[in-house]
């Protein structure tokens, strides 16, 4: 069975700063998805970005990017210029290419912005 | 844009009561989980569904059941509920179709109290 594992509960970045969360998965698979989605304080979760683990170039959306290193099972999403707005709760997730779209989740990272 | 919505943002019942949570999509969607999130465990699957009167386990489905009767809702029972379904609710919805394959939409949550 896969697995998903974020070993930081807690992050704090100064405003305009950069700050790296963390994320390890276990999987035999080759082909899958790897996801991280944010989940603001009362609000709704949403996509932040996502990778294909066929593609070798890293995904990058605005001020997010992620660090994916096949090989090594690690996926870890970078935020540049961090705003106050990016204050929530992080989540990285697995989803295997054949089991229809479900959804194998981390712990989650609460990150802080401090302005 | 699409739209997920659940019945209740917050909701207290007592042990033993019979509980619905009921999730709505409007954007035509093949697929919906049902997942509960708890501190430090993340999202688990409880159940999702891939069509209308199907449904699948997930990673938890004891002492839930799930009812599709209509491609656009997914409801969420707890037959008879204890404390220990005290828990944040989290309905979501994606589809094999489109420029957003597979990628899962949420709904707000529903943050059930069993007392």
């Known amino acids: 069975a896969q697995t998903v594992t974020q070993s930081q509960p807690e992050m704090s970045v100064q405003e305009a700063e950069t700050v790296t969360l963390s994320c390890t998965y276990d999987t035999s698979e080759s082909d899958y998805y790897l996801f991280w989605y944010k989940q603001p304080p009362s609000r709704q979760m949403i996509l932040v970005i996502r990778?294909?683990?066929?593609?070798?170039q890293n995904a990058t959306e605005n001020r997010f990017s992620v660090n994916f290193q096949k090989a090594a099972k690690s996926f870890s999403l970078k935020i540049s210029d961090s705003q106050l707005g990016d204050a929530a709760m992080y989540f990285c997730a697995y989803r295997s290419n054949n089991q229809g779209g479900k959804l194998i989740f981390g712990q989650g990272t609460e990150l802080s912005v401090k302005p | 844009d699409v739209k997920v919505t659940q019945s209740s943002r917050y909701l207290v019942k007592r042990t033993g009561e019979k509980v619905f949570l009921e999730c709505v999509q409007d954007?035509?969607?093949?697929?919906m989980f049902w997942y509960r999130q708890d501190p430090g465990l993340g999202l688990r699957l409880i159940y999702f569904?891939?069509?209308?009167?199907?449904?699948e386990k997930g990673d938890i489905p004891e002492g839930y059941s799930v009812s599709r009767e209509k491609k656009e809702r997914f409801s969420l029972i707890l037959e008879s509920a204890s404390t220990n379904q005290t828990s944040m609710y989290l309905c979501?919805?994606?589809?094999?179709?489109?420029?957003?394959?597979?990628?899962?939409?949420f709904g707000p949550g529903t943050r059930l109290t069993v007392l």
């Open positions: 990778q294909e683990a066929y593609k070798q």
């Open positions: 569904s891939y069509d209308v009167k199907m449904k």
């Open positions: 954007m035509d969607h093949e697929n």
């Open positions: 979501a919805s994606s589809s094999y179709r489109g420029p957003s394959y597979n990628e899962q939409f």
